[in-house]
Every structure is written in structure tokens, then in C-alpha cells.
Nanobody, 126 residues
Framework: VQLQASGGGLVQPGGSLRLSCAVS?????????IGWFRQVPGKGREGVSC????????YYADSVKGRFVISRDKTKNTMYLQMNSLKPEDTAVYYC???????????????????WGQGTQVTVSS
């Protein structure tokens, strides 16, 4: 299984970015969870937005609600994170992740995921 994240970069406060994560050898068809996590130096990986196929309900961290949207395209086996109204505190390395068989209450927790992308840097600065 491979996850390839892309789309990070430098953006001014208030700007937008869309992260993509191409997933191979892991089909987005049945009983999966996918998520975006972020990490800053000295801290653990924070669940930003995750979704489980069991419920179809997405989780969003309070800090990104109303600004970020997670989505997936099953035909392309790709997941996305649309990030709007970016703030300097959104600066981090963003990782995509995937797993099978995670219950809804666990999808926000990094340790439940088996497969990870390499990370893409997002820097929000003027």
C-alpha cells in the first residue's frame, strides 16, 4: 500500500490550498477510514479531518471546522483536503492515512491507522 501526498506549499493568511493523496493497492470501496493529520515540531500527530466508510460521517478538529473539507474520489482512488481561510496556526506537515476496520470513534486517532503518506509541508505566512 502506498499513499502519495501532494499540494502543500506557502500561502498567505486567508488563502486556500487543496491537498491530494493518491492511494495505491488500497481501494476506497468497503470498510475503510481515511484521514488527514498534521504535525508540528515537538508535538504528536493531530487528527485534522477523517472519514469512515461505515458511517459516511466526517470528523473535523474544532480548529478547522467550517474551513476544511475532506473528500474522496473512488474512481481515482484519491482523497483530498480542501483548506480555506488558512491561518498561520495551520502551518504544519500534513499527512494522509488509511486503514480498514476502524470504528467511528477511533478515526481521529493516528495510532489506529496502518498506512501513511510521506507528508507535505503547509506554511501559512505573510
Amino acid at each position: 500500500v502506498q499513499l502519495q501526498a501532494s499540494g502543500g506549499g506557502l500561502v498567505q493568511p486567508g488563502g486556500s490550498l487543496r491537498l491530494s493523496c493518491a492511494v495505491s493497492r488500497f481501494t476506497l470501496d468497503d470498510d475503510y477510514a481515511i484521514g488527514w493529520f498534521r504535525q508540528v515540531p515537538g508535538k504528536g500527530r493531530e487528527g485534522v479531518s477523517c472519514i469512515s466508510s461505515r458511517t459516511g460521517h466526517a470528523y473535523y478538529a474544532d480548529s478547522v471546522k467550517g474551513r476544511f473539507v475532506i473528500s474522496r474520489d473512488k474512481t481515482k482512488n484519491t482523497m483530498y483536503l480542501q483548506m480555506n481561510s488558512l491561518k498561520p496556526e495551520d502551518t504544519a506537515v500534513y499527512y494522509c492515512a488509511a486503514a480498514r476496520g476502524i470504528i467511528q470513534s477511533s478515526i481521529r486517532t493516528a495510532r489506529h491507522y496502518d498506512y501513511w503518506g510521506q507528508g507535505t509541508q503547509v506554511t501559512v505566512s505573510s
